[in-house]
């Protein structure tokens, strides 16, 4: 008796992110994403564990130093420890890259959600806006705005990232916001939405308690891969000198500051943009490896 309630238990259907994480657990590129982000976002949050190092203690005797025992990444053009500043710039790139994710997904799926429930003029205004942001190339759009916020004169670190996080969640929300718009216009249209709303149910309960459970999947597919992409934008932004800057480090700025000394002492680039590299590809991969476990047709 106790094998045949255990085969039935064992043999329960499962729901989506079920069905995903069973696919997941089988993939070899979802483990190796998984690790290479857990070993970021580990140095992100406690960089103490892999170096003890000031990274802003300068030395100009030791000006573009290769890679020894003493500093495994060499020195920079100010004598700083590459290593210890690699270690520690994870924290603002990929702080950077959550919120501004977070901010991405959170207006611009709510945006899509209540446009494509709503439709009518709702949909019509918020697509006709959403359309004058995506026809703004990101690059300008950013320059525009970090001068701008920049305007002021010095600004402190929290300052800093908070004015690139505002600025790439200006010009990245509408791909939040359409995928969400025609999840939600395709699930509006299935008969649990139209049995929830027969049977009397508010308009703000269809939405939370029945289409935002089956829409999420698509906008969270997204944001996995978005979240890779604005750290890069971070470091483009940062290359060109409008992104982040000192007294912040990140991998974006010690890039910029490698770029004028490349062929004496390539080391300084080299360390950075493989870190950066490496990150960006991980959330690429996990983003492709979430979108194939749930989407039934690419199993």
Not at 7 to 29: I, N, Q, S, T
Not at 105 to 118: C, H, K, N, R
Not at 138 to 165: E, S, W
Request: proline content about 5%; overall charge positive.
């Amino acid at each position: 008796m106790t094998d045949q309630v255990a085969a039935l238990v064992a043999e329960r259907p499962r729901g989506l992110f079920g069905d995903a994480w069973h696919a997941l657990r089988r993939r070899p590129l979802f483990w190796v994403s998984v690790s290479l982000i857990l070993l970021v976002l580990l140095m992100a949050a406690f960089p103490g564990l892999f170096s003890s190092g000031d990274p802003n203690a300068a030395d100009l005797s030791r000006s573009r130093g290769a890679p020894s025992s003493a500093a495994w990444f060499g020195y920079d053009n100010q004598g700083y420890d590459i290593y210890t500043r690699v270690v520690h710039g994870a924290r603002a790139s990929i702080v950077v890259g959550l919120l501004a994710t977070a901010g991405v997904v959170l207006v611009g799926a709510t945006i899509g959600m209540l446009a494509g429930f709503y439709g009518g003029w709702l949909d019509a205004v918020v697509s006709r806006i959403a359309d004058v942001f995506v026809g703004v190339p990101f690059v300008l759009g950013a320059i525009v705005i970090l001068t701008t916020l920049n305007a002021g004169g010095d600004a402190g670190p929290v300052r800093i990232v908070a004015q690139v996080v505002l600025s790439i969640s200006v010009l990245s929300w509408p791909v939040a916001m359409r995928i969400m718009r025609s999840t939600a216009i395709a699930a509006k249209q299935q008969d649990y939405v139209k049995a929830a709303r027969a049977l009397g149910a508010s308009s703000g309960r269809i939405i939370g308690k029945h289409m935002l459970p089956n829409c999420v999947a698509p906008v969270l597919v997204y944001s996995t891969i978005a979240l890779g992409a604005f750290i890069g934008a971070e470091a483009t932004l940062s290359y060109l000198g409008i992104g982040l800057r000192q007294p912040v480090v990140s991998w974006g700025v010690m890039i910029n500051s490698a770029k004028d000394y490349l062929r004496v002492a390539p080391h300084a680039l080299l360390f950075p943009a493989g870190f950066l590299t490496a990150t960006v590809l991980a959330f690429v991969m996990l983003g492709d490896a979430v979108r194939e476990a749930l989407d039934p047709k690419l199993r």
